[in-house]
């Protein structure tokens, strides 16, 4: 099942005992899943920076003994069946051969011939915390960014080759552990990396406690049909006559000056000057901003209430975004860029199944001035807050439904790194990673709920993090990475804006 190496290190605060190749359990008799080629919706993403995810479970009093002796075996074996079971091009890699025009997932089956030394699997650290603080890590307060990235597995990338995903399982001795995950953007998007953690969560938690042998388990075990992943490419490539996949690996090849490389880009951050923060807004909060933005809108007579799309994303955004500019403060004339991703499996027409295992999402950007959020009259209370919310609205509005491949922008690519250049020139890029609705807290690989989860990833974007609320009372969890000033001005503002709208 695995390949371990003996490796022993002190890094970052915590210390390392193992670096393991976890291989498929099993390997399905299906040769669609031994070369994987990228659609434009991946290539899209090539050269954009891994994302990263933190899960925390609390278990009181876990020692060592009970971590390497009930938990490791049953999260190693679990993540074995789940790629054998349905996942296997994430035990595979990322390659550019030279007769190919564009990156390809490869899994090379026993005794296959290949050029280069490629072991399988997917690589799983197993590390000990030495004096990190558990509460304070999965906490809400502001903590030191720099201290996450002792959480987070490492993406092993070069030009030629490039893992899709990366494990490390941290314990935290009588606290509990944390499971961090890094995925290459260029393979698969925020629904399918969910798709997958639930999936090895479920065999998990449903079926190791099963006191049966390996081939009972092997024949009994099925994951729900929600979780059972289409790797099928075959609908997105076949629509794409225009050939938007190697136009974008084109643009990126312009873009970097570099031929034929998988690095991807560099950080936008220094991560040893950030904070992070998580702040809370309730359903009580949301109702509340959609109720005093109808009314003005409703005051004004510029559009009809029913008109503006006041989605939970679009309110939590607006509030969170508008904070961000006023706590950056400096130059009102800044370029502001509004961004976010937008789920496309059900808008394409025909639509994409919502179990597609890949990228299947698009980038909107909208360029505004720091000024907009300031200039809004005081009288309405919301501090820019509306303006905000119309743009978004705008935005959300004009993706629509029914789009078609042959319909996408061929330089769409090119204004998101106009976009980008803006941003590295002084611009203020306002991202979002994550979702509300991708049930991250619903991770649950048998120990219980994770107390809180994490993407770490936003330090080098510069994007907010938005998940469901893990109480699970309709509210919004939205992290930040910032740096310290920046962070207590926004605090300032989020909280005195919150204040403000009960008034």
Request: charged share 20%.
């Amino acid at each position: 099942m695995a390949t371990a190496t003996s490796s022993i290190n002190t890094i970052n605060r915590v210390k390392i005992h193992e670096v393991t190749k976890i291989t498929p359990m099993m390997i399905p008799d299906d040769d669609d899943l031994i070369c994987l080629p990228l659609t434009l919706f991946d290539t899209y993403w090539l050269k954009f920076l891994p994302v990263e995810r933190l899960f925390f479970y609390e278990v009181a009093d876990l020692t060592w003994d009970l971590f390497d002796s009930e938990i490791l075996p049953k999260l190693k074996h679990s993540l074995s069946l789940t790629l054998g079971l349905h996942y296997l091009p994430l035990a595979g890699h990322m390659m550019w051969p030279e007769h190919a025009a564009k990156p390809a997932i490869y899994y090379f089956l026993p005794g296959q011939d290949q050029k280069e030394d490629i072991v399988n699997g997917v690589t799983v650290a197993v590390a000990e915390s030495e004096g990190l603080d558990f509460d304070v890590l999965s906490g809400d307060g502001i903590r030191q960014a720099v201290e996450f990235r002792a959480l987070t597995p490492q993406l092993s990338i070069s030009d030629n080759k490039a893992e899709v995903v990366s494990i490390q399982i941290t314990l935290f001795p009588k606290q509990g552990f944390c499971i961090g995950i890094s995925n290459h953007h260029a393979f698969f998007d925020g629904r399918s990396t969910m798709m997958f953690i639930k999936s090895w969560a479920y065999l998990c938690k449903q079926y190791l406690d099963i006191a049966s042998s390996q081939q009972q388990q092997q024949t009994t075990i099925c994951l729900p049909s929600e979780l059972i992943p289409s790797f099928d490419r075959a609908f997105i490539n076949e629509n794409d006559p225009k050939g938007f996949d190697l136009v974008y690996v084109n643009n990126w090849l312009s873009f970097t000056g570099k031929d034929r490389s998988l690095k991807v880009l560099p950080s936008f951050n220094d991560v040893n000057k950030l904070v992070r923060a998580t702040y809370v807004l309730t359903r009580a909060h949301l109702k509340k901003l959609r109720d005093k933005l109808l009314l003005l809108e409703d005051r004004n007579r510029q559009t009809s209430p029913n008109k503006l799309h006041l989605s939970t994303f679009v309110l939590a955004c607006a509030y969170v975004f508008t904070c961000m500019v006023k706590a950056r403060g400096g130059e009102s004339d800044r370029d502001v860029i509004l961004a976010f991703t937008a789920d496309y499996r059900s808008r394409l027409d025909p639509p994409v199944p919502t179990n597609y295992f890949g990228n299947c999402v698009g980038s909107h950007t909208r360029l505004v001035k720091a000024r907009d959020f300031v200039e809004e009259p005081a009288a309405t209370g919301l501090g820019g807050v509306a303006f905000v919310a119309h743009k978004l609205s705008e935005m959300v509005q004009e993706i629509g439904g029914g789009l078609t491949i042959q319909g996408f922008d061929e330089e769409k690519l090119v204004k998101l790194m106009a976009v980008m250049q803006r941003v590295s020139q002084g611009g203020q890029g306002l991202g979002v990673a994550g979702s509300i609705h991708f049930d991250v807290y619903g991770s649950d690989f048998g120990w219980g709920r994770p107390k809180k989860v994490e993407i770490v990833s936003i330090d080098t974007t510069g994007a907010v993090s938005l998940a469901e609320s893990r109480h699970g009372d309709g509210g919004v969890e939205v992290g930040l990475a910032l740096g310290k000033q920046d962070m207590d001005n926004f605090a300032s503002f989020f909280d005195q804006g919150l204040k403000d709208l009960i008034v």
